[in-house]
């Protein structure tokens, strides 16, 4: 049997923050990219049959207060929150599981409580908090993987409008490349998943929201197991970066999930899942 419910806490800064569970067992902690609304994870392709999914939704987004003190949209300050949420369960060490951009404040949280995290799972990730730099020819080569299909032509042409600035392209455009196939599910996800505080997502990486050396030099102390999962055809997280994003860690496991991008659970939940579980040690699946 599985469960699911809304719950709310109270930040260092006493901003109202809300959660939403998914599912029985063991808890795991879950942080959303964007900033966005965290409703577009689901239930993380049918996970929580394993685990207690416990769904941040960050500061300004989905159910969860705006803070007085905008410059805490911070990717660094929202550490804080993932502490507070901690705290707020009771719980000792976390397992944390962190999607796209919210891999950033994990791996900082991660970098300052390495005690405080038992497993790490980081889902197509962002990693800015580490210093990775992502080529525009890792991104066309990418890109290229996918020249087969009908909607190619306009999404590859508002790629290159968008990696050449100037304010030009269009980013809905691109949309077909951050799922692995582009259909009716697909663009309804889409359509429901993209960010709606423009302000939280202009500040997450405001000046001093992050210090890759610093952030590199608190994970490699960290004794906690890491999953990295990468996309085959993710532009956003080209598996290139999540590999050399893997080697800061002492104890990683790289998984690249075939057929799939931005999205995995959705491209293949079950596969996306099989992996998970493996990851996490549960009974039934290989550890």
Known sequence: MTASGAAAFTAYDGTRLAYRTHGSGDPLVCVPGGPADSVYLGDLGGLSVHRRLIVLDLRGTGRSAVP??????????????IEALREHLGLG????LAHSAGANPAMQYAARYPD???RLALITPGTRAVGTVITADARRELARLRAHEPWFPEAFAALEALIAGGGGGDHDAIGPFFYGRW???????????????????ARFGADGAFDPEATRAGLAALR???LLLAGEFDLNSPPGSVAACAELFPDATLVLQR???HYPWLDDADRFVAAAAAFMGLPGWPG
């Open 259 to 261: 057929g799939s991008s």
């Open 116 to 118: 405080r995290i038992g």
């Open 183 to 201: 259909d009716a599910e697909a663009r309804r996800h889409r359509a429901a998943g993209s960010p709606d505080n423009p302000e939280a997502v």
């Open 93 to 96: 060490r976390i397992d944390l």
């Open 68 to 81: 007085q003190d905008t410059s805490s949209y911070r990717s660094d300050r929202l550490v804080d929150d």
């Open 224 to 226: 906690a197991p890491v």
